[in-house]
């Protein structure tokens, strides 16, 4: 199976910079699409970012024009660079790497706290 390690949150302040990371390891061979979700608290996961094995995105709504993702197959990784942070960006951020029909593996997630 895939393993996936999230780093990079941490707290800032409102309209700051994060640059989350998520490196994959294990079958990465049978990775296709990646994506970046969020969970704040009391609410349900949410869908932020896709990245295909391509490099084609999509983004959510509320990230778009702010957030990118990018991956380097080569370096086995994905990134999303979150600019312009607000304080509903605050969540749990978790990689997720689609490997194979209807299955997928997470990360542990990361927290990304944007004070005002």
């Known amino acids: 199976q895939v393993q996936l390690v999230e780093s990079g949150g941490g707290l800032v302040q409102a309209g700051g910079s994060l640059r989350l990371s998520c490196a994959a390891s294990?079958?990465?061979?049978?990775?296709?699409?990646m994506a970046w979700y969020r969970q704040a608290p009391g609410k349900q996961r949410e869908l932020v970012a896709t990245?295909?094995?391509?490099?084609?995105?999509n983004y959510a709504d509320p990230v778009k024009d702010r957030f990118t993702i990018s991956r380097d197959n080569a370096k086995n990784t994905v990134t999303l660079q979150m600019n312009s942070l607000k304080p509903e960006d605050t969540a749990v951020y978790y990689c997720?790497?689609?490997?194979?029909?209807?299955?997928?593996?997470w990360g542990q997630g990361t927290q990304v706290t944007v004070s005002s």
């Open positions: 294990g079958r990465i061979g049978s990775i296709s699409d």
């Open positions: 990245i295909t094995s391509g490099g084609r995105t």
């Open positions: 997720n790497a689609v490997t194979g029909i209807l299955r997928r593996s």
